[in-house]
């Protein structure tokens, strides 16, 4: 039996009539052997968000903080809310991207670590802070909302940088540094931390890491929700503000890698642990400052109750057939608003179509349907969003992977090299500051070089597509890393060739650390077109109700890019320790000059080019939102 669907109209008079179903029409009969679309095009076209904003959509009306309708529009959200959300994020990149990189130190100088299980620790920690960006994300969609969200967890934040303070100030909690010299640390003979005092520094620096879970999923969103869907400069605007919201990304990490390490030099530990702290809770008053102006959207109920009533109901339904005498049709709430709190009605697509018959109503579902049988159109069309954002998400987990092996393992190298700027000597922590000034450029000249350029070869108005900006930054990833691990191989060469194979403490005169700053800088502008590329797809193209999840995907992303580093580390560590008899020198022994560095980056190459050919089928087959929309629009108006 070949079936089709009709669309169905808002009630015009008892807009409280209750929910049904869509009706099913018998197909003509020339077309009763081919098997139709399951299409249904229940919105109504003044209700689709078009590419140049038609207002907003039912149900996703921006609130105040009361969770009550603005009056005037005019006196909040723009650009000057946005600025005030800014600071937040400044501030929780200096303290992500200042623990990331001084963490590894401390804990090799401090609490007599060795750089092998420091650089682990602090993966561990970058990959919980980004992993755990999905509880953020839910908490926000399903009941706090974004802003009371960010509130809560830089606090938490807060509470574990002073935590970290703590550790670096008070005697107690660190190991003695009498008679510890270069070379005791060097032969591991200083008196480690006792395991109390580790447990203590991992438990602060893992709530630090949680604390993130709820900022990094929700700021940018939260920024992005700030600016008016009606207006017609809406894609612009979003445009901008992505670019706007990593440039604050780099201005923290670029504090991070200056200011801190200044002070970190000049009045120690605790002082720089404790400039972090002092940044952040400074910020989150300017946060609370902006609260006036600030436009909310509705949370929409537990995002994950719904997807697994989604899954539920079609297991359920399984073996319902199209054919069957009992079918009513697709279920839908009728008129206009969504039966999801925050969210407007999302059409039909033929993806996934396994997922299409918890929506699939049967006379035995009744007038009031149990949730967990039968779900609304738009409840399904949800699920299938977040399924397709996930091909492309995850091809992102490789740079991600690639950028904490820099943040770790690059500083090991910068200990060997030359790192003197004409009479400055530059410490070596402070040598990842160079990826964030090259961004801090990029993202400058973004509007006025990169956009006109690629417009005139695209013809896109914005110069690239979000895919196209993620896998420009996914190729010039690869570069990066195959130059690195070029440089590696020249630099261990240099260091054995030279005498300097078994002191990989001390720095060689006639070798510039600025060598480094090749794959430094490339990997920047890498991180600049896939991340921001990847930040912008996401909010677009996530449901209205689950746009904190989007956003955490890039976060995940990040985390198991971390985690997986970490895996990798441990596998490479573990295998070729054991490829000669009786053991050898791991890759990644301490010494970095008896190990083989350059064969990692290598491995990260060969899986880098892996990763993007995954990526160029990925990208092929999505189809943006807004295309899907355009194309239903044009089948209706055939009809």
Known sequence: MDITTREMKSPEVRPETPARSFELQEGNSEHS???????????????????????????????????????????????????????????????????????????????????????NAVNIFLGISQASSVIGGFLADAY??????????????????????????????????????????????????????????YTALYVTGFGSAGIRPCVSAFGADQFDERSRDYKSHLDRFFNFFYLSVTTGAIVAFTAVVYIQMEHGWGSAFGSLAIAMGISNMIFFLGTPLYRHRLPGGSPLTRVAQVLVAAFLKRHASFDSSNLVGLYELPGKKSAIKGSSKIAHTDDFRC?????????????????????????????????????????????????????????????????????????????????????????????LIFVPVSRRITGHPHGASQLQRVGIGLAISIVSVTWAAIFERYRRHYAIEHGYEFNFLTAMPELSAFWLLIQYCLIG?????????????????????????????????????????????SIIKFVTCNEKEGGGESWLAQNINTGRFDYLYWLLAALSVINFCAFLYSSRRYQYRAKQEIMQVMEEAGK
């Open 355 to 447: 997922l299409d018959m918890a929506a699939l109503e049967l006379k035995e579902d009744g007038s009031d349907p149990d949730p967990w049988r039968l779900c609304t159109v738009t409840q399904v069309e949800e699920v299938k969003i977040l399924l397709r954002l996930i091909p492309v998400t995850a091809c992102t987990i490789m740079l991600n992977l690639v950028l904490t092996e820099y943040l770790t393992l690059s500083v090991q190298q910068a200990y060997t090299l030359n790192t003197h700027l004409g009479h400055l000597k530059l410490p070596v922590t402070c040598m990842p500051v160079f990826p964030g000034l090259s961004i801090f450029l990029l993202l400058s000249l973004y509007y």
């Open 33 to 119: 052997s081919r098997r139709k679309k399951l299409g249904t095009h229940f919105i109504e076209s003044d209700d689709r968000r078009t590419a140049l904003g038609g207002g907003y959509r039912e149900g996703a009306t921006p609130v105040d903080i009361h969770r009550k309708p603005i009056a005037d529009l005019s006196k909040t959200g723009g650009w000057i809310a946005a600025f005030f959300i800014f600071g937040t994020e400044i501030t929780e990149r200096m303290a992500y991207f200042g623990l990331s990189v001084n963490m590894v130190a401390f804990m090799f100088y401090v609490m007599h670590r060795p750089f092998s299980s420091s650089a």
């Open 144 to 201: 706090l909302g974004r802003y009371w969200t960010i509130a809560i967890f830089t606090t938490i934040y807060l509470a574990g940088l002073t935590g970290i303070t703590l550790c670096a100030t008070m005697k107690m909690l660190v190991p003695k540094q009498e008679d510890c010299d270069q070379i005791r640390l060097l032969l591991g003979s200083c008196e480690p931390a006792k395991n109390w005092q580790m447990i203590y520094l």
């Open 525 to 569: 502008m890498a991180e600049v077109f896939c991340i921001v590329g990847l930040l912008e797809f996401l909010y677009e193209e996530a449901p209205d109700a689950m746009r904190s999840i989007g956003s955490a995907y890039a976060a995940v992303a990040g985390g198991l890019g971390c985690f997986l580093a970490t895996i990798l580390n």
